[in-house]
């Protein structure tokens, strides 16, 4: 077994250099089968759930936008996101609201995450078995479940993900051999995330810092300095993306950036982002969770689970420092740097909101920050992989001098050779690592259990699939008035796409919604549909025995409501009875008239008119006729009463 800490350089003079030894690589057969088999993992967790929540909107707009320019580079939520809204409309069209194309999208995306987090493992580290410790705490996390699970958070994270992994690799190429393809690579990488989610923009500074701490010789100036002048043209290429973007997305934005209402709310944020989701992360946690209705659930560690996992992570802080003091230093400074961003921006736009109270509970603002946390952990116990002769030489057309080409060799921590202790108790060391990758995967699975129950109840997927085995049946002629669906369906904060016309419109089969209809339907709360009935304020008796107000003569009849009614959309019933058919005008207060047919008989009218007031007008347009009414009641549609 290759030790961590031995070069590659070192086991490679060892190993044989055949192709049988390359395909029977023990440690790389087991990183497929870690990968493989947390892609299963997962895969069994996302099959369960369903769309939710801003999945539906972001649906919607794709089926109503389609390809236009409007729809693909308009902002979501403050989004820019025009690659995801390019791969919904395309998903979207293959099977309306069928989820299995999403679910297939996301488990294909972490393979593609998994496999290069992997591959990037074995550019940074040397070989051997502890590099399988950072790959398990990061395909494995619980924490980024959410990530590979819901389609609006895989959507953005997970390009972003894989943008962050190649960004970085290609970075250590460039360092390792200064040959500008490599600057390609990383410009295009982060080219793209940014077309998926704007907080790809933190590739850049993750970029930034893994060079400045695990790549730049000296103290914290020099080293500040050095990457700067050494390795400029890579922050000029990054930097010239960022300007031109935050350019463009700054002018179509409008400024989500709050204030804290109070010192306590930072404290408690800080406490809940560094106290237990962060460590909690990092030892396999947190699990227990907190149900969050429709969507995933959030962190709810215990007070014992929050004292376990701190000591897990100070006592594996601490045995890094032992094995190799300065690089483990310089990861875990770096790992302090990139949190401390993540932990600014979650916090400078969601505390002072109705959010802030669990902003540092949400697993899926942890998804670029355990990436990271991931690789710290492995260059903390591995150390960096030394430069191969062959990665340093100077291309032949290159005029760079020797020092920008070969910063491998001048920035090798000093305890890149194997460490003493190490050498020394190898056995404990290779039963120790062994432990740690069982109990790691254990507790990670263990977490994942209740994660994968709380996702499994999906509201939307029960209500959506209850409304279409109704409208299947339904009688033609089945109309409906637009309302919201159920808040735990798609919550009032995405409208107007949280109306039942935007809901429903992306299928093939939509109901038919209407302003006014003799009879009407309604979807209840559980998507069956039913009758429907006005539930609000009524008119008050009238005073024709008999006939409660006659409206008759061609001339206006006021009519007085037991109540106020509040300025805005109101659904109306009126019931009557008429002589013969016509045609009557309806006024609420000082609203616009809305005409509507009348007909012989006993019937009843259902309208939708925006207006308010605590009196209705009605008119006959014949005047011969004579239309009696003792039934007005205007607010909200409901299901009609049974008995």
Known sequence: MTEPGSTAASSGATAPKTTVAKAVDPVHLAAVVLITASVLWRASITTRGYLTSDDFPIIGQADAGGLSPEHLFGLYNNHFMPAARLLTWATHRLTEYEYWPYATLMVIGQVAVSIAFYRLLRLLLPAGWAMLLPLCLFVFNPLTLEDSAWWAVAINLLPMQLAMIVAIGAQVRYLRTGRPRHLVTLGASVVVALLFFEKALLVVAAVFLLTLCLYAPGGPLRAVLTTIRRWWPAWLVLGGISVVYLAGYLSMSTSTLREPVSAAEVSTFLQQFYGQSLPTGLVGGPWTWLDASDGPAVVALTPTAQVVSWVVVAAFVGCTLWLRRAVAVRAWTLLLLYSALGAGLIGATRLGSGFSGVAGLVPRYFGDVLLVAALCVGVALCGLRRTEPAEAVQPAESTQPAEAVQPARAVQPAEATEPAPIRRHPQAFATALAVGLVLLVGSSVYSGVDFGTDWQSKAGRDYLNTARADLAAAEPGTVFMDQPVP??????????????????????????????????????????????WVKGVKAAPGPAPGCGYKVTGGQPARIPLAGTVVDYWQAVRIAYLSDRDTTAMFQLGDSEVVPFEVHRGLNAMFLLVSGGGNAVQLTVADPAATFCTDEIEIGALVPQPVG
């Open 487 to 532: 808040e735990i369906v798609v919550p009032g904060l995405a409208h107007p796409w949280n109306l039942q016309s935007r809901f429903f419109a992306p299928l093939d089969e939509e109901p038919v919604f209407v302003t006014k209809a003799r009879r009407l339907w309604v979807f209840d709360a559980s998507g069956r549909i039913r009758p429907a």
